[in-house]
């Protein structure tokens, strides 16, 4: 299992959207392009409230089949209306939750820095139109 995972999960416990932040680090130093989002998986606490720690598997299934991700970057014609597609004047910003379906996106794992090693956070890049809702809490999601 990817230790970041379980670093992430550890953090998640206390503020999940801090957590993806601080494990993704300076996101300025990826230039999403076109009408496409950078979206961290989202990486529940390793224990459930009863205090069971999830093992490795669910903790890896979280990273395949997580339905819910805090937006880190936007490309310049994301959410802008054409001739394909209306947002009704809808906008997600940076920093929004979102659900997603896993399968419509791109995986890739993004580092803080270039000295660590092989993990990272856990990320779908996403056209807009494939962002489904946004919500308040990436704990309602399942």
Request: charged residues 25%; contains cysteine; aromatic residues 6%.
């Amino acid at each position: 299992m990817r230790a970041d995972l379980r670093k992430i999960a550890e953090a998640a416990s206390r503020d999940p959207k801090q957590a993806l932040l601080d494990a993704a680090g300076d996101t300025s130093r990826y230039l999403v392009l076109h009408n496409l989002v950078l979206i961290a998986t989202h990486i529940p606490s390793e224990k459930t409230v009863g205090g069971i720690i999830l093992p490795d598997r669910t903790m890896l299934e979280n990273r395949w089949q997580g339905k819910a991700g805090l937006v880190l970057a936007k490309g310049p014609l994301a959410f802008k209306d054409d001739k394909a597609v209306n947002f009704g004047g809808i906008e997600i910003e940076v920093g929004d939750w979102v659900i997603i379906n896993p399968s419509d996106g791109f995986e890739l794992f993004i580092k803080s820095s270039l000295s660590e090693g092989n993990d990272g956070v856990p990320c779908r890049l996403i056209d807009d139109i494939n962002i489904k809702a946004r919500v308040s809490d990436p704990a309602l999601i399942y």
